[in-house]
C-alpha cells in the first residue's frame, strides 16, 4: 500500500539503539524474552570487536553484521523518537530509556 505524502500529517520514527563491546548496535526485535535481534551501526567495528565469534551473529565486515544477542549482553538500550510534519523534522531526536538509570 502507498500513500501520498501531502496526505500524511504527523510521522514518528523510533530507532531503538544500544551498545555491545563498545559498538552501537539497533535493536530490529525481540525474537523471544531473551534476546534482542540486532543489526551493527558499523560492519567493520563489530568485526574489530569479534561479534562474530558471537552465536546467532553472522555478517562481512564491508556490509552488514547482524543476528540476534543475549538481552543481558546488551548495555544501554533506548529509544530515539523523531517526530516529522510532512516530510522534514520537527525539533530534535528524543530519547526514551527502555533499560538503565532512567528506566
Sequence with gaps: MSVEATEVSDVVLVQVEG???RCRVIID?????????????????????HAQDQPGID??????????????????????VQR??????V?????RWEHGPLA
Design 19 to 21: 551498545t555491545w563491546s
Design 29 to 49: 526485535g525481540e525474537p523471544d524474552d531473551q534476546r534482542w535481534q540486532v543489526g551493527f551501526a558499523n560492519a567493520r567495528d563489530a568485526w574489530a570487536h
Design 59 to 80: 555478517g562481512d565486515p564491508y556490509d552488514v553484521v547482524e543476528g540476534t544477542l543475549p538481552k543481558t549482553d546488551v548495555a544501554d538500550v533506548v529509544s530515539l
Design 84 to 89: 516529522y510534519e510532512g516530510s522534514s523534522p
Design 91 to 95: 525539533g530534535g531526536v528524543e530519547e
